[in-house]
């Protein structure tokens, strides 16, 4: 008796290829806004006069619970000038830009450490301010 | 004449597009995001000297208080304030030129909060920023710690 070999198709199901897609894309963009700091609550103080930055090799945030942020991980004021050093090494001085973003009811108490500690990693300050529509 | 309708039309959208369709409308919808760029200062934090000047610079006081700011001792109205500092770095230098044009070490300011840790951004960068302004060249002044032994 003669068996019949049984044909099995063996396609990758092409309608899956979009979804695949998809979570891939989801994938990446979660992957890129790892060291986002969006998330943070902060408002900025306003000034007349305010002019429009570039971008910024670090980014130090104080919340409207007087929390630092560095690059979107909370961290502690010991260790804030050591690791704004290391991500600043290998930058040409002009490109050492560190973006403050302060929260405008922050006290000196927690902004006043922070920019020390800017300054003492060799970081060119950027101060976050939204211009004052008042004026 | 008769035609014959046809039975067999594709009435379903192809599924292997839906992908496609998906990607497309992400990436749209990834342009559209508006980037809009940070705005603010920029701000020259000068290096920590260990040495003293011999001549005492002009020191701004910056506290909680929202009105007035401490200039040299003096309470000034924060709407005066930019005017008052002119004329005392004028005054200072005894010179009636322009701030900017003053020799470098006669310009400098030093804006601190000493004890007034209680002082809010919104009010310290107010002020920094009538400082730059002014012409005059911001320093500041963070209270060092210092460990005294008792022995």
């Known amino acids: ?52 930055l570039g971008n910024a090799a ?9 929390k630092v942020f560095l690059n979107g991980a909370q961290i502690g004021m010991g260790q804030l000038a050591e690791q704004i050093e290391a991500r ?8 050492r830009k560190v973006r403050l973003k302060v929260h405008d009811n922050a006290t ?13 990693a060799g970081g060119e300050l950027e101060h976050v301010l939204q211009l004052r529509s008042d004026e | 004449m008769k035609f014959r309708r046809r039975s067999n039309l594709l009435v379903e959208p192809p599924a292997t597009a839906t992908g496609d369709i998906a990607f497309n409308l992400i990436v749209f919808f990834l342009v ?23 001549s005492q610079p002009m020191e701004v006081l910056v ?33 009636s030129a322009e701030v900017a044009d003053l020799p470098e070490k006669q310009r400098i300011v030093v804006i601190s909060t000493k004890d007034n840790k209680d002082a809010p951004y919104a009010k310290w960068i107010k002020v920094a920023a009538m400082i730059e ?10 209270e060092e710690e210092r460990t005294v032994d008792t022995d």
């Not at chain 2, 208080?65 to 005017?83: C, M, S, T």
């Open chain 1, 58 to 66: 670090v980014s130090v945030v104080i919340n409207d619970e007087s």
């Open chain 1, 108 to 120: 000196a108490q927690y902004f006043e450490p922070v920019i020390e500690a800017i300054s003492q």
């Open chain 2, 32 to 54: 559209c995001v508006a980037i809009t760029p940070d705005t603010g200062r920029k701000q020259e934090v000068p290096s920590s000297e260990q040495e003293k000047e011999k």
């Open chain 2, 63 to 95: 506290t909680r208080e929202a009105k007035h700011v401490i200039l040299d001792g003096n309470i000034v109205a924060i709407d005066d304030f930019p005017r008052a500092l002119t004329a005392a770095l004028q005054s200072k230098a005894g010179s």
């Open chain 2, 133 to 142: 302004d002014v012409g005059a060249i911001l320093t500041l002044q963070i």
């Open chain 1, 88 to 95: 600043l090494a290998g930058f040409p001085v002009g490109d």
């Open chain 1, 1 to 52: 008796m003669k068996i019949t070999r049984k044909h099995v198709k063996a396609d990758v199901p092409s309608v899956a290829m979009g979804d695949i897609a998809f979570l891939l894309l989801i994938f990446f963009v979660i992957l890129s806004r790892a060291e986002d700091d969006t998330h943070l609550r902060w408002t900025p103080a306003n000034l007349p006069k305010v002019e429009n």
